[in-house]
Protein backbone atom coordinates (compact mmCIF):
# COMPACT_ATOMS: atom_id res chain seq x y z
CA UNK A 1 0.00 0.00 0.00
CA UNK A 2 3.14 2.31 0.87
CA UNK A 3 4.53 1.82 -2.24
CA UNK A 4 1.07 2.58 -4.48
CA UNK A 5 0.84 5.41 -2.49
CA UNK A 6 5.01 6.90 -3.10
CA UNK A 7 4.00 5.86 -6.74
CA UNK A 8 0.94 7.94 -6.97
CA UNK A 9 2.84 10.81 -5.33
CA UNK A 10 6.24 11.00 -7.42
CA UNK A 11 3.89 10.57 -10.62
CA UNK A 12 1.69 13.26 -10.01
CA UNK A 13 5.22 15.57 -8.94
CA UNK A 14 6.31 14.42 -12.39
CA UNK A 15 3.31 15.60 -14.23
CA UNK A 16 2.84 18.40 -12.23
CA UNK A 17 6.74 19.40 -13.25
CA UNK A 18 6.06 18.76 -17.36
CA UNK A 19 3.14 20.90 -16.75
CA UNK A 20 5.02 23.84 -15.77
CA UNK A 21 7.84 24.00 -18.45
CA UNK A 22 5.38 23.84 -20.87
CA UNK A 23 3.72 27.20 -19.46
CA UNK A 24 6.93 28.48 -19.22
CA UNK A 25 7.59 27.93 -22.96
CA UNK A 26 4.21 29.63 -23.98
CA UNK A 27 5.08 32.55 -21.37
CA UNK A 28 8.38 33.04 -23.10
CA UNK A 29 7.02 32.57 -27.11
CA UNK A 30 3.86 35.24 -25.88
CA UNK A 31 6.68 36.91 -24.51
CA UNK A 32 9.13 36.98 -27.61
CA UNK A 33 6.28 37.85 -29.67
CA UNK A 34 5.04 41.27 -27.88
CA UNK A 35 8.35 42.59 -27.52
CA UNK A 36 8.79 41.89 -31.45
CA UNK A 37 5.52 43.96 -32.33
CA UNK A 38 6.66 46.62 -29.89
CA UNK A 39 10.56 47.06 -31.68
CA UNK A 40 8.17 46.76 -35.09
CA UNK A 41 6.57 49.91 -33.78
CA UNK A 42 9.63 52.01 -32.24
CA UNK A 43 11.62 51.23 -35.40
CA UNK A 44 8.35 52.71 -37.26
CA UNK A 45 8.47 55.36 -35.00
CA UNK A 46 12.36 56.19 -34.89
CA UNK A 47 12.28 56.53 -38.54
CA UNK A 48 9.31 58.75 -38.71
CA UNK A 49 10.35 61.12 -36.16
CA UNK A 50 7.04 62.70 -35.94
CA UNK A 51 4.52 63.45 -32.74
CA UNK A 52 1.18 61.46 -32.95
CA UNK A 53 -2.34 62.13 -31.89
CA UNK A 54 -3.98 60.18 -30.33
CA UNK A 55 -6.20 59.43 -33.19
CA UNK A 56 -2.83 58.08 -35.02
CA UNK A 57 -1.92 55.55 -32.25
CA UNK A 58 -3.66 52.09 -32.44
CA UNK A 59 -5.20 51.45 -29.10
CA UNK A 60 -6.10 47.42 -29.61
CA UNK A 61 -2.56 46.44 -29.75
CA UNK A 62 -1.91 47.72 -25.98
CA UNK A 63 -5.35 45.50 -24.85
CA UNK A 64 -4.44 42.81 -22.38
CA UNK A 65 -4.15 39.33 -24.16
CA UNK A 66 -6.48 37.11 -22.79
CA UNK A 67 -4.38 34.13 -23.19
CA UNK A 68 -2.04 35.50 -20.32
CA UNK A 69 -4.52 36.02 -17.81
CA UNK A 70 -5.34 32.25 -17.46
CA UNK A 71 -1.58 32.10 -15.98
CA UNK A 72 -1.92 34.73 -13.37
CA UNK A 73 -2.23 33.71 -9.81
CA UNK A 74 -6.21 34.50 -8.12
CA UNK A 75 -5.59 37.23 -5.75
CA UNK A 76 -6.99 36.85 -2.00
CA UNK A 77 -8.99 39.31 -0.53
CA UNK A 78 -7.78 40.97 2.42
CA UNK A 79 -10.47 42.08 5.19
CA UNK A 80 -9.67 45.60 5.80
CA UNK A 81 -11.55 47.17 8.59
CA UNK A 82 -11.06 51.01 8.26
CA UNK A 83 -12.47 51.48 11.67
CA UNK A 84 -9.26 50.00 13.03
CA UNK A 85 -7.04 51.88 10.72
CA UNK A 86 -8.03 55.48 12.36
CA UNK A 87 -7.64 54.02 16.19
Known sequence: MKKVLVFILIF???LLATNDKETDVQ?????????KE???KE???SKE?????NKDYD????????DS???LPDLEEDD???DSVYD
Do not use: I, S
Request: aromatic share 10%; hydrophobic share 30%.
Open 43 to 45: KKY
Open 38 to 40: QME
Open 80 to 82: LDM
Open 69 to 71: LKT
Open 49 to 53: QTFYQ
Open 59 to 66: FKGAEVNP
Open 27 to 35: KKARAQKHL
Open 12 to 14: NTL
